[in-house]
Nanobody
Framework: QVQLVESGGGLVQPGGSLILSCAASESIFRFYVLGWYRQAPGKQRELVARITSGDNTNYADSVKGRFTISRDNAKNKVYLQMNSLKPEDTAVYYC?????????WGQGTQVTVSS
């Protein structure tokens, strides 16, 4: 069973930065796509950013220019660098991995942007 464990969430002031990490229990080379999603209270889960095995990246329009997704194959980790954070970025952030018709999810990490 694949395990994904997120870390790095917390409380940050508007305009601040956070780095989220996602540690996978096996080689991330095995996954076609790795991504970060988020879910705010009362809203549906939405894609934030994703990166393919070929290092192609996609971002939600709302985070373009502020967030950066990256991967460290040697450490089996995926990162989300979040800059210029806004209150509307407040949500639970989930790491995801996809391969061969199967999706895997982490437990999520809370990010709260508030003064």
């Amino acid at each position: 069973q694949v395990q994904l464990v997120e870390s790095g969430g917390g409380l940050v002031q508007p305009g601040g930065s956070l780095i989220l990490s996602c540690a996978a229990s096996e080689s991330i080379f095995r996954f076609y796509v790795l991504g970060w999603y988020r879910q705010a209270p009362g809203k549906q889960r939405e894609l934030v950013a994703r990166i393919t095995s070929g290092d192609n990246t996609n971002y939600a329009d709302s985070v373009k220019g502020r967030f950066t997704i990256s991967r460290d194959n040697a450490k089996n980790k995926v990162y989300l660098q979040m800059n210029s954070l806004k209150p509307e970025d407040t949500a639970v952030y989930y790491c995801s991995a996809y391969r061969a018709g199967s999706d895997y999810w982490g437990q999520g990490t809370q990010v709260t942007v508030s003064s």
